[in-house]
């Protein structure tokens, strides 16, 4: 569902530089966290989960009304082509420019559900950033308890025993944080 791009960023910058100290690995304590479980399972996260779907379902109930008026606008403008060859629109401005004018509103629509999409993201990652912020520091107070050296996303785990913090960050961060503001973010229509 969510996977924290900057904590993954980390998470794998860590454990390639754990990688490179193959002699330290014998000795180091590891610590794995699913960071997507984290944010699926936590207060937090499904809170971002239904405030983002109920922005999602807003955005498309705007481009469904907009799709319908062209079905609707598109049928209409079939009707007056039917029949009609190139030569016969190329003959007839008034009908040609309606033409012209539904492609152009399909093109608009098209770049609306685009700036749509990216709004979305950007209203995620916004919501996304402050749950990592206080990742972060729950991460270092459990490697601090543990006297961890290092601390792995999960899913990088291809073979090894290392300790699975998620159920305890998942507490922590139920305790500390339960929503975060969702504010859907717009991006200016150029």
Do not use: C
Not at 140 to 145: A, D, T
Not at 156 to 169: A, E, S
């Amino acid at each position: 569902m969510f996977v924290s791009k900057i904590i993954y960023r980390f998470l794998l910058i860590t454990g390639f530089s754990f990688v490179f100290s193959i002699t330290a690995f014998a000795q180091s304590t590891i610590l794995v966290v699913d960071t997507g479980r984290v944010l699926r399972d936590s207060d937090v996260g499904k809170h971002i989960s239904t405030q983002l779907a109920s922005i999602g379902s807003s955005m498309q109930a705007e481009t469904q009304a907009k799709t319908s008026s062209m079905e609707s606008k598109g049928k209409s403008l079939n009707e007056e082509l039917k029949g009609k060859t190139q030569e016969d629109l190329q003959n007839d401005p008034a009908l040609l420019s309606k033409v012209q004018s539904f492609q152009k509103e399909q093109q608009e629509l098209s770049v609306d559900v685009q700036y749509k999409q990216q709004e979305m993201k950007i209203t995620e990652n916004k919501a996304i950033q402050k749950v990592q912020d206080r990742l972060r520091v729950i991460l270092e107070l459990i490697v601090k308890e543990r006297e961890a050296d290092v601390v792995l996303e999960r899913s990088l785990v291809i073979y090894g025993d290392p300790v699975d913090v998620t159920d305890v960050v998942i507490t922590r961060l139920n305790s500390q944080l339960k929503t975060v503001p969702v504010k859907r973010e717009r991006l200016p229509r150029q």
